[in-house]
């Protein structure tokens, strides 16, 4: 890439970041959520404390919206997590006009920095990330292990959630992560909160990541169900 | 002195599965004691809560080896 396609890309994240918050405040003050296990977000913000929320990477844009509206907004301060690449600017950028942290890095590339400080914003700012553990690139649906390391070394909690609506478009990615469409049901399940125990061997670690697997997907098909 | 390098040791036992008189410094970290990156991330977790410490990237970057490890934390305690 030249030098001058460099700058004009540079210069127009300003705008694309406008732009795409500007989409995503019509599309999502026109969606209807509808929560499943309501109960233990509400626990959860009647007592807020750190946690490690977690959903697949192609539920990420809906998953955004909600959990900054009704979550952060709630009184549960988050940080989020973007890579280094373009398109990670451009989502740091985003999330800064939301006021939300933003930490630097991927599971791919500077990626243990990332969690390690994550972790330490974890315990000692007291703010609770949103980490995808399928991401940045997948595979699908499966599950790596920062977000059981990062509950394990923080002695926090891992909430899972499970997004779906009922009418999407579905994006070209990897992850065919979907956009729910205006005015469109947005069906949340949320999890039950989970301890992971510090002492973890690399065995019950990989559990730990299998358990966390299977429930997002039961969790994503919980959803799937309640919203046809 | 000691005492650092022998919580090193312990923390490296530890994440590798080995036991401290198994780990010479010699070692790679990959190679010689199964340290892939779940498990390099997890030592280097280990270390700065054993050490109370931040790890930056370029240094983690240039942990290969055991002694590699120990000479890092040397220098920090």
């Known amino acids: ?228 | 002195m000691m005492k650092t390098a022998e919580t090193a040791l312990n923390v490296l036992a530890q994440v590798s599965g080995k036991t401290v008189p198994d780990i010479l410094p010699e070692m790679h970290l990959a190679r010689d004691l199964g340290i892939d990156s779940p498990k390099s991330l997890e030592l280097l977790m280990e270390l700065e809560d054993a050490f109370e410490i931040e790890i930056e990237d370029v240094d983690a970057a240039s942990m290969e080896t055991v002694g590699d490890v120990l000479a890092y934390v040397g220098q920090i305690g």
């Not at chain 1, 300003?14 to 599309?27: C, E, K, M, S």
């Not at chain 1, 670690?205 to 994503?220: A, S, V």
Request: proline share 5%.
């Open chain 1, 1 to 228: 890439m030249s030098a001058r396609s460099a700058e004009l890309k540079r210069r127009l994240l300003w705008p694309a970041t406008h732009i795409l918050r500007g989409i995503v405040n019509v599309l999502g003050r026109s969606y209807r959520f509808r929560i499943l296990h309501e109960e233990r977000l509400r626990d959860l913000l009647e007592d807020p404390r750190p946690v490690v929320i977690c959903c697949w990477h192609q539920q990420v844009l809906a998953a955004a919206y909600f959990l900054h509206e009704k979550v952060h907004k709630q009184g549960l301060e988050m940080v989020l997590m973007a890579s280094h690449s373009r398109d990670g600017e451009l989502v740091a950028r985003f999330a800064k006009l939301l006021k939300m942290r933003v930490i630097r890095g991927s599971a791919s590339r500077g990626g243990q920095g990332a969690i390690r400080s994550l972790n330490r914003a974890l315990v000692r700012d007291r703010v609770s990330p949103l980490v995808i553990p399928d991401g940045p690139r997948g595979p699908i649906f499966e599950c790596k292990p920062g977000a059981v390391l990062l509950s394990q070394f923080a002695r926090v909690e891992i909430l899972p959630l499970g997004f779906a609506a009922s009418r999407s478009w579905h994006l070209g990615s990897w992850d065919r992560m979907f956009v729910p469409k205006l005015r469109s049901r947005v069906t949340l399940s949320v999890g039950a909160l989970r301890t992971v125990s510090r002492e973890l061997s690399p065995e019950e670690r990989d559990t730990e990541c299998k358990w966390l697997e299977e429930l997002l997907n039961e969790l994503t098909r919980e959803a799937q169900a309640a919203g046809d």
